[in-house]
């Protein structure tokens, strides 16, 4: 595993129950994180890891498809789901472009 022995740590913590638990259990298990991961805390940290990149490319892709540069949540959640995105939901007035 890749770790960095300095710079700054951000703590992930989530709780999920029910059919969503198992839905990350087949995750974990179609993409063999027991192969790579000899504890819990090694698993979710490359699951996070690989989520967080699949995050960012989806954030690339909806600010190319959209031109908005920085997408509110809900926009972003409807674009996953494949779902139209509401004009109120396009662009967030409150934040300002500046140009370098």
Do not use: W
């Amino acid at each position: 595993m890749n770790k960095l022995a300095h710079g700054r740590i951000k703590r992930v913590a989530a709780e999920f129950r029910g059919d969503e638990a198992i839905e990350i259990e087949l995750l974990e298990v179609r993409l063999r994180l027991g192969d790579i991961a000899r504890t819990r805390l090694e698993a979710d940290t490359q699951l996070i890891r690989l989520a967080f990149k699949a995050l960012t490319r989806s954030i690339d892709d909806y600010c190319a498809k959209t031109g908005s540069r920085y997408p509110p949540y809900r926009a972003l959640r409807s674009f996953l789901a494949g779902e139209p995105a509401l004009e109120s939901e396009a662009e967030d007035p409150r934040i300002v472009s500046i140009t370098k």
